[in-house]
């Protein structure tokens, strides 16, 4: 949770209420400011013109300097917005791996020499865009500024990173490292504040050339508008309400166990969450028992705490708004198998702690089943066979992913087909890796982050001819 005092953004701990530490909010003048300074740093300091070995090496030492502060980090996260310490070292390994990962592709990356139609050799190079605009949540701030900022950087562009206001805390961190690391001053900054404004300003600034951005669907769709207005690039990668699948010939040990990791990890705080249940008719009441006896035993309790599994949600407004989402979901007739409450638990009385929440008894055609919660809540439907499945599943305006679990091979891809999601997994969950292409169909944005393409979205296709002609060009032929 952040609040505002004196010009500073201050970062509150979810866990305890307790302040960790203050930012200086970036005026809209000093915004102006920065973004010449960025645009400057893109046409003088030589990093578009460096070889890939080049770039590459800089973004290697970025990766080891992220590594060596590893605890660091990973402490600052827990306190800045409440993830157990264990997930924390996970994602400051991961975004240690997208800089590693970037450092790579950028040196193997290959582009065309085209079938040529006339006297000529023609062939595709990359040109990156300028000024990058990288606009990035809450819910896993280093994971997700490395997803961003290190293939921008390695395409060539300079980079405006602004985190959330209710996670301010690791950008700066991430941008000391960078320019320790070699990078040249002024390809990297942070600006800090909110979108409606700061991050408005931003968007529209002449000088920015494209932006990437990770949030909200109506923020997302408001973003597309001015980049419309623009003619610039986006990438969107926006909310979701995924379905998560168990038919009746699935591992159901397995699946029980990947249904209450894919809602409850990360307090459901994640984009992917699998926050739709859709069990066949035939094995319902079975894992609905098992998902609920489950879920019970979840160890709710501090971050820092040994073998807990779940701590508090990101701010005590979020919290709010999980509880209000839930209180909704009691009034549309649902029924609340679990959780739906504050732990009894006074240790945890000064945090933002809410207890996994299982409902029951709501059609897919609810507010609950339709609207993403964002948190640890989840809404668990019946279903009879393929056909049924499919047209509830994609009935949403949602499509970023879903889990299936059969051991039957060809049903398993027919579903995964059929479904409207940028990713399927098949007897697995929440698989996300760096080398793997990661976006949404529908609302859940456009595209895709990860993997060469998301090297591939911060540059822009530039066709070059060079002659061969014997003779000279014709006026007309």
């Not at 450092?103 to 990356?109: D, M, R, W, Y």
């Not at 699946?255 to 705080?269: R, T």
């Not at 094995?283 to 807990?308: C, F, H, S, W």
């Not at 640890?376 to 599943?393: H, M, R, S």
């Amino acid at each position: 949770m952040a609040l505002t005092e004196n010009n500073q953004l201050i970062s509150i701990n979810p866990a305890d209420g307790q302040e960790v530490g203050r930012v200086q909010l970036t005026s809209l003048d000093e915004l102006q400011q920065i973004v010449e300074i960025a645009h400057a740093a893109y046409e003088n300091s030589g990093w578009k013109e460096r070889l890939p070995h080049q770039k590459s090496e800089v973004l290697r030492k970025i990766a080891d300097g992220l590594l060596a502060k590893k605890e660091f980090l990973a402490n600052l996260q827990m306190k800045d917005n409440g993830k157990p310490l264990a997930e924390c070292r996970s994602m400051v390994d991961y975004a240690v791996g997208a800089f590693r990962y970037y450092a790579s592709a950028i040196e193997t990356l290959e582009t065309e020499v085209t079938p040529p139609r006339g006297d000529y050799v023609s062939m595709t190079v990359l040109e990156p865009f300028g000024v990058v605009a990288a606009i990035t949540p809450w819910n896993s701030p280093i994971m997700n500024d490395a997803t961003k900022v290190a293939p921008a950087l390695a395409a060539g562009n300079a980079v405006i990173l602004k985190p959330s206001e209710e996670s301010p805390l690791l950008a700066p961190e991430l941008a000391k490292i960078a320019l320790e690391a070699g990078l040249p001053e002024g390809l990297l900054q942070v600006v800090q504040g909110f979108g409606h404004d700061l991050g408005s300003a931003l968007v529209e600034h002449p000088h920015v050339r494209m932006v990437t951005f990770t949030g909200g669907t109506n923020t997302g769709r408001l973003i597309g508008e001015a980049a419309g207005r623009k003619i610039i690039p986006v990438a969107l990668e926006l909310g979701g309400k995924s379905p998560h699948i168990v038919f009746e010939d699935a591992d159901l040990e397995h699946a029980v166990a990947a249904v209450v990791s894919g809602i409850f990890g990360s307090a459901g705080q994640s984009c992917v969450a699998g926050s739709r249940l859709f069990v066949q008719e035939s094995v319902y009441e079975q894992v609905l028992t098992a998902v609920v006896e489950r879920t019970k035993k979840i160890i709710v309790g501090a971050p820092d705490m040994n073998g807990v599994e779940v701590g508090p949600l990101a701010s005590f407004e979020h919290r709010e708004r999980v509880k209000q989402f839930v209180e909704r979901a009691r009034k549309e007739g649902g029924s609340i198998l679990c959780g739906g409450q504050e732990p009894d638990d006074e240790r945890l009385k000064q945090g933002a702690y809410y207890l996994p929440t299982i409902i029951e008894g709501l059609s897919n055609q609810s507010l609950t089943c339709q609207e993403e919660a964002f948190g640890p809540v989840l809404v668990v439907l019946p279903f009879k066979d393929e056909t049924d499945l499919i047209k509830q599943a994609n009935d949403t305006d949602f499509g970023l992913a879903c889990g299936i679990w059969s051991q039957n091979f060809k049903k398993a891809w027919r579903v995964g087909r059929a479904l409207e999601a940028g990713s399927v997994w098949i007897n697995t969950y929440k698989q996300s890796v760096t080398t793997t292409p990661f976006g949404g169909f529908k609302d859940s944005g456009i595209g895709r982050e990860k993997g060469l393409n998301g090297l591939k979205i911060y540059t822009q296709t530039k066709s070059m001819f060079f002659g061969l002609h014997k003779n000279p060009l014709p006026l007309a032929k």
